[in-house]
């Protein structure tokens, strides 16, 4: 079970990036997956999650009307479409899921302690810097 993220780079303010995370070793459809950050000093937040579900997607507060986190399950992948972009939003960005959110984000999912989560990708930098 491997979770890829790519797409990260460096792009002025004002501008969009789409990350990608990939799986390979099982299928994304019938998984809740999150988007983490964590920038320079600080601790990793999540960002967005996306039930296996019908159910709406979740963002937290710094990146509503911004950020649109889709999946596609033909091609076993979920990407976060990134507009707008603020210095603030620097960091090095993660994909993960967990059997703990039993394919649903819930409300909960961003408070997931961290180390209780099983899968993580390797993280992609998006750097916010003119």
């Known amino acids: 079970v491997q979770l890829q993220a790519s797409g990260g780079g460096l792009v002025q303010p004002g501008g969009s990036l789409r990350l990608t995370c990939a799986a390979s070793?099982?299928?994304?459809?019938?998984?809740?997956i999150g988007w983490f950050r964590q920038a320079p000093g600080k601790e990793r937040e999540g960002v967005s999650c996306?039930?296996?579900?019908?159910?709406?997607?979740y963002y937290v507060d710094s990146v509503k009307g911004r950020f649109t986190i889709s999946r596609d399950n033909v091609k076993n992948t979920v990407y976060l479409q990134m507009n707008s972009l603020k210095p603030e939003d620097t960091a090095v960005y993660y994909c993960?899921?967990?059997?703990?959110?039993?394919?649903?984000?819930?409300?909960?999912?961003?408070?997931?302690?961290?180390?209780?989560?099983?899968?993580w990708g390797k993280g992609t930098l998006v750097t916010v810097s003119s």
């Open positions: 993960a899921t967990t059997t703990l959110w039993g394919g649903i984000c819930g409300t909960s999912w961003v408070h997931t302690r961290h180390s209780a989560i099983e899968y």
């Open positions: 070793g099982f299928t994304l459809d019938v998984y809740a």
């Open positions: 996306i039930s296996a579900s019908d159910d709406p997607p």
